[in-house]
Every structure is written in C-alpha cells, then in structure tokens.
C-alpha cells in the first residue's frame, strides 16, 4: 500500500516509454494505422495502460482503463478535423522521474508523462506539435479572410445598379467563380497530412 502510495506521489505509476520505429510493428496502435492511405507513425508513446501513436494525419489514442485490464478503447483525432493547441512541456524537478507533455486536440485536453531521461525526444515532439499548431491558425486566418472576401464581393455586386437580367448572369458567375476559388484556396490551406513537419524535427 505505501509503496503504491509513494509512486502515485512521484508520478512514478503511469510513466510512459518512447518506442523506437523498430518495435512500431509489436504495439497495438499499429493495427490501427492506414497505412493504405500512406498514413506513417512518427512518434509513439506507450505507458502501462495506453498509447499515443502521432501519425502524418491523425493522433491515435488506445486508452486503457488500467493496466490490468485488458479492455481497451480506441479514439482517432485526426489533425485536420481536431485544431492542436497550448502546446505545453513541463520538464523535471529535482525528484520527479517524470516530464509531461500537454496540448489540446479540438476539445480534448490530453495530457502524457514520459520518463525524464526521454528530455531531448520528448523536445522534438514539442516542436513539431508547436509547428503543427501554428500552422493550422495561421492557415485558419486565411481561409476566414478568403471567406470574407467573398462575402464583400456579393455585397457590392447585389449593391450595383446592373438590371435585374444582368445582376442574376453576374452573381451566377460570381458564386461558381467563388465556389471554384473556394476549394482551390482550402485545398491549399486545409492542410491533412503534417508529414513534412514532423520529419523535419522527429530525429533530427
């Protein structure tokens, strides 16, 4: 009993590992992987009762009850459908074992101890989930400033003095024009696949 009570008070009792690319294959989360959609593992953190798998599109979260069970449930947060931010890392006190990495994907709040002697991987996840977030909100602004564009376009068009005739022409011309421009910009802006970033900091 104190010994549980000592490791709860050390942060000792769901400590996770980082594993190597040379053990993806023998972790639950690789099952889960798409890799027919050339989904990749860049980083896995196992503890005693989960792991968090981050791929170039999704983080994938098999959340254990504890570790003695062995029921498992499986959450997917894709990137482009789930915003990261407060990306946060806590490093070591002079007694704690452990250091802990926190952000918030969409609404969901998740929070990872990792064993302190992991500092200099765990600071390479840091900067390519910090890189990911800043380039979501930064892609965010300009589709919001691509929308508004749009809007004002209709507005001083529906503002015009063209004839009733020529105004319906104009604006079925504007809507497909922007419909088209629309999905050129979001396809450019609503970014899916982060790859590049994290093969930019992971092991480098």
């Known amino acids: 009993m104190f010994k549980k009570i000592a490791s709860d008070a050390l942060g000792l009792s769901d400590i996770g590992r980082i594993i190597g690319?040379?053990?993806?294959?023998?972790?639950?989360?690789?099952?889960?992987?798409?890799?027919?959609?050339d989904e990749k593992i860049f980083f896995l953190i196992k503890t005693k009762s989960d792991e968090y798998c981050f791929t170039n599109l999704a983080l994938i979260?098999?959340?254990?009850?504890?570790?003695a069970s062995s029921k498992r449930t499986l959450k997917r947060y894709s990137y482009s459908q789930n915003k990261i931010s407060n990306v946060v890392l806590e490093t070591?006190?002079?007694?704690?074992?452990?250091?802990?990495?926190?952000?918030?994907?969409?609404?969901?709040?998740?929070s990872i101890d990792v064993h302190k002697d992991e500092i200099e991987k765990l600071k390479d996840l840091y900067k390519a989930l910090l890189h990911i977030a800043e380039t979501i909100h930064e892609n965010g602004i300009i589709l919001?400033?691509?929308?508004?564009?749009?809007?004002?376009?209709?507005?001083?068009l529906q503002n015009s003095r063209s004839t009733e005739a020529n105004l319906a022409d104009q604006y079925k011309e504007l809507t497909e024009y922007g419909?088209?421009?629309l999905k050129s910009v979001r396809e450019q802006y609503h970014?899916?696949?982060?790859?590049?970033?994290?093969?930019k900091y992971i092991n480098n």
């Open 144 to 156: 919001d400033m691509a929308g508004q564009s749009l809007d004002k376009a209709v507005t001083v």
């Open 191 to 199: 970014e899916r696949d982060f790859g590049e970033i994290f093969e």
């Open 61 to 67: 979260h098999v959340d254990g009850e504890n570790a």
């Open 92 to 110: 070591a006190g002079r007694i704690d074992m452990d250091i802990e990495i926190k952000f918030t994907l969409g609404n969901n709040p998740l």
């Open 21 to 37: 690319p040379e053990d993806y294959d023998k972790t639950d989360a690789d099952d889960y992987v798409r890799h027919e959609d």
């Open 179 to 181: 419909f088209s421009w």
